[in-house]
């Protein structure tokens, strides 16, 4: 038996499914605890039970009514009233902005625990703006008030200009919403690797592993000549004697998806790579959505973004599609191998915790990611 619940909190809507082996009959029993936060389901066939996402209010307590007709499937939807809303920005919640962060915080690879950056070492922490920054700059500033009417893009007259550098700085560290921009001598036990798994191929990429145990931490970022190294491959503790903090790479990854759909306007991606494996479309469908599932590693619930994917069609097998109006409105995300893999690996094991019928929507696989919560900031956490 499996109880799948979604609350949408924009909706104030909750939705209940129960999947059995068996239709129901006489010995089932769908019951909500008398204090409303949680559910149990029973039949011959097997015992489930969830925490809900949400409480609900007393005339939508105790036994619910089960179907005349046997079905193995039963659904129930519920408006769950204000008082009893979750509320909740649905904006991404992004941790270690620079903020965070101070000159005697110590960055550790997360698997060893091997200083990657020591503590003194970067004296001041910067956040940087989007991806697309300058350009987007560039633009709104094309006809700059008090200037010369031009559309001469020179650099000796716009410092944010598109064709600007972005340069690091020794003892300073840049900050976006998933990764950080560092020198290379302001890191340590870091060795980098070009990965080349096939002799004939191009696809080349500049990754740095942690010295110690040889895991994947970042790249070498060629624009800037700095190390990039990833959130989800560190943890950080801010005093000697203070407890590191880290966090699932699954909730960085669905960070950075949250965070470019924020600042693009976009729901769909192409998410590149420059090292081998396929890309993947994804499709950010629902961002913010609370979730219980009797399948789950536990029983209470998550909050989640519900995110449809794909495998990306090969251009070699559809000509012309690059240029068509759909791939016009998708944005491009390029990131590392090891987090691309990393997603596909998190995308697909979240099937499980949906029933087998909501696995596929109009071509497309559903998945679901954890997405972070206020409670995660300012927690020690490990995994």
């Given at each position: 038996?499996?109880?799948?619940?979604?609350?949408?909190?924009?909706?104030?809507?909750?939705?209940?499914?129960?999947?059995?082996?068996?239709?129901?009959?006489?010995?089932?029993?769908?019951?909500?605890?008398?204090?409303?936060?949680?559910?149990?389901?029973?039949?011959?066939?097997?015992?489930?039970?969830?925490?809900?996402?949400?409480?609900?209010?007393?005339?939508?307590?105790?036994?619910?009514?089960?179907?005349?007709?046997?079905?193995?499937?039963?659904?129930?939807?519920?408006?769950?009233?204000?008082?009893?809303?979750?509320?909740?920005?649905?904006?991404?919640?992004?941790?270690?902005?620079?903020?965070?962060?101070?000159?005697?915080?110590?960055l550790t690879c997360k698997i060893c625990d091997t200083a990657v950056v020591s503590r003194n070492k970067v004296k001041q922490w910067k956040d940087l703006p989007s991806e697309n920054w300058a350009e987007m700059m560039d633009f709104w500033?094309?006809?700059?008030?008090?200037?010369?009417?031009?559309?001469?893009?020179?650099?000796?007259?716009?410092?944010?200009?598109?064709?600007?550098?972005?340069?690091?700085?020794?003892?300073?560290?840049?900050?976006?919403?998933?990764?950080?921009?560092?020198?290379?001598?302001?890191?340590?036990?870091?060795?980098?690797?070009?990965?080349?798994?096939?002799?004939?191929?191009?696809?080349?990429?500049?990754?740095?592993?942690?010295?110690?145990?040889?895991?994947?931490?970042?790249?070498?970022?060629?624009?800037?000549?700095?190390?990039?190294?990833?959130?989800?491959?560190?943890?950080?503790?801010?005093?000697?004697?203070?407890?590191?903090?880290?966090?699932?790479?699954?909730?960085?990854?669905?960070?950075?998806?949250?965070?470019?759909?924020?600042?693009?306007?976009?729901?769909?991606?192409?998410?590149?790579?420059?090292?081998?494996?396929?890309?993947?479309?994804?499709?950010?469908?629902?961002?913010?959505?609370?979730?219980?599932?009797?399948?789950?590693?536990?029983?209470?619930?998550?909050?989640?973004?519900?995110?449809?994917?794909?495998?990306?069609?090969?251009?070699?097998?559809?000509?012309?599609?690059?240029?068509?109006?759909?791939?016009?409105?998708?944005?491009?995300?390029?990131?590392?191998?090891?987090?691309?893999?990393?997603?596909?690996?998190?995308?697909?094991?979240?099937?499980?915790?949906?029933?087998?019928?909501?696995?596929?929507?109009?071509?497309?696989?559903?998945?679901?990611?954890?997405?972070?919560?206020?409670?995660?900031?300012?927690?020690?956490?490990?995994?």
């Open positions: 038996m499996h109880i799948y619940t979604e609350y949408l909190t924009s909706i104030r809507t909750l939705s209940i499914q129960i999947i059995s082996e068996s239709p129901s009959d006489e010995q089932t029993s769908v019951l909500v605890s008398p204090d409303g936060l949680s559910l149990k389901a029973s039949c011959h066939a097997g015992v489930a039970s969830v925490r809900l996402p949400v409480t609900l209010h007393g005339q939508d307590r105790g036994q619910l009514q089960t179907p005349d007709v046997p079905s193995a499937k039963l659904q129930y939807r519920f408006q769950v009233q204000a008082e009893h809303a979750t509320i909740s920005d649905s904006s991404a919640i992004i941790p270690w902005t620079a903020t965070d962060l101070t000159d005697s915080l110590e500033h094309c006809h700059k008030p008090n200037e010369p009417h031009t559309h001469d893009h020179a650099t000796d007259e716009k410092g944010y200009a598109a064709q600007s550098r972005l340069t690091a700085q020794r003892a300073v560290g840049l900050v976006n919403a998933t990764s950080f921009l560092l020198t290379a001598g302001d890191c340590s036990n870091v060795k980098s690797a070009t990965s080349n798994s096939h002799a004939n191929s191009n696809d080349k990429e500049a990754i740095l592993h942690c010295a110690s145990c040889n895991a994947s931490i970042g790249t070498f970022d060629d624009a800037t000549q700095s190390y990039k190294l990833a959130k989800l491959s560190l943890s950080l503790s801010h005093r000697p004697s203070g407890a590191r903090q880290c966090f699932s790479p699954e909730l960085w990854l669905s960070c950075r998806l949250l965070n470019a759909a924020e600042s693009q306007g976009l729901r769909k991606f192409t998410l590149l790579s420059s090292g081998p494996g396929d890309a993947l479309l994804i499709w950010i469908f629902t961002p913010d959505l609370y979730i219980s599932s009797s399948k789950g590693a536990s029983a209470e619930p998550i909050r989640v973004a519900k995110v449809p994917w794909k495998y990306a069609p090969s251009a070699m097998d559809t000509p012309g599609s690059a240029l068509d109006s759909q791939s016009l409105s998708d944005g491009e995300m390029e990131m590392p191998s090891f987090e691309l893999t990393a997603m596909e690996h998190y995308l697909e094991r979240s099937s499980l915790l949906l029933p087998e019928h909501a696995g596929h929507l109009m071509g497309w696989n559903v998945g679901l990611l954890q997405r972070f919560v206020l409670e995660d900031i300012g927690t020690n956490r490990q995994y």
